[in-house]
């Protein structure tokens, strides 16, 4: 079942702005990742950030996961047009049965303007 | 990097008739693969699993005897649609994992989508 919701759903912004993104789960987790789809395309994986980490980084991104309130974050810095595109975070949950399985939210469509 | 690719990208089949995807991993061998769903302007929902050589396990709600799936060897998996009706069209996206070793979680790769469409 669907555990993560992300706000807000939809995000646009101008070249140059940063953008954020949030992600909320509600149950234990072995590690939360970040993907990025393009209209009708498949998902390129942006960042994985595991349960025992506060903050990560990747060039222009930034992830914060807060595990006591079951949130993250994605901050996409210095925003380009070519970042346009949906943005899922997925949770790989605790436990022997969910491992490997991902469940993803519900994903934030950004639009950067030139 | 790792590849994963399907085939095919996109298809259009009358009602009644089945439909098989394949998903290759390219350069690398998938011990599991996940098949996933997504209808539009909405999130990905897990299908199945797929080890190879063993059964898939599907999640709750899907059925088996209507979405088959075979992972007959390392690098493929194939997903086919039984006597598929409209409801069935939707993007259809697999991804797959490297083997672990103890303790070492691995990125899953998806492949770039199957759209169905079913009249």
């Known amino acids: 079942s669907q555990q993560g919701e992300e706000d807000p759903q939809a995000l646009s912004i101008q070249e140059g702005e940063n953008a954020t993104m949030n992600c909320s789960y509600k149950?234990?987790?072995?590690?939360l990742q970040w993907y990025r789809q393009n209209s009708g395309r498949g998902l390129v994986h942006l960042i994985l950030?595991?349960?025992?980490?506060r903050e990560k980084h990747s060039g222009r991104l930034r992830v914060t996961l807060d595990t006591s309130k079951k949130s993250s974050s994605l901050l996409i810095t210095a925003s380009r047009a070519a970042d346009t595109a949906s943005y899922f975070c997925a949770t790989e949950g605790a436990g022997g049965t969910s491992y490997g399985k991902l469940t993803f939210g519900q994903g934030t469509i950004l639009t950067v303007h030139p | 990097g790792a590849v994963v690719s399907q085939h095919p990208s996109r298809v259009i089949c009358k009602s009644g008739t089945s439909v098989k995807i394949e998903c290759r991993s390219l350069d690398f061998q998938a011990t599991t693969m996940f098949w996933y769903r997504q209808f539009p302007k909405q999130s990905l929902m897990l299908m199945a699993t797929?080890?190879?050589?063993?059964?898939?396990?599907?999640e709750q709600g899907v059925e088996k005897d209507k979405f088959l799936i075979n992972h007959a060897s390392l690098t493929l998996s194939t997903l086919t649609v039984t006597s598929a009706h409209p409801e069935d069209s939707s993007f259809y996206i697999c991804?797959?994992?490297?083997?672990?070793?103890?303790?070492?979680?691995?990125?899953?790769?998806f492949g770039p989508g199957t759209r169905l469409l079913v009249l």
């Open positions: 797929s080890n190879e050589g063993s059964k898939a396990t599907y």
């Open positions: 991804s797959a994992t490297r083997p672990v070793r103890v303790g070492v979680r691995e990125t899953q790769y």
């Open positions: 950030i595991r349960s025992n980490e």
């Open positions: 149950t234990s987790i072995n590690n």
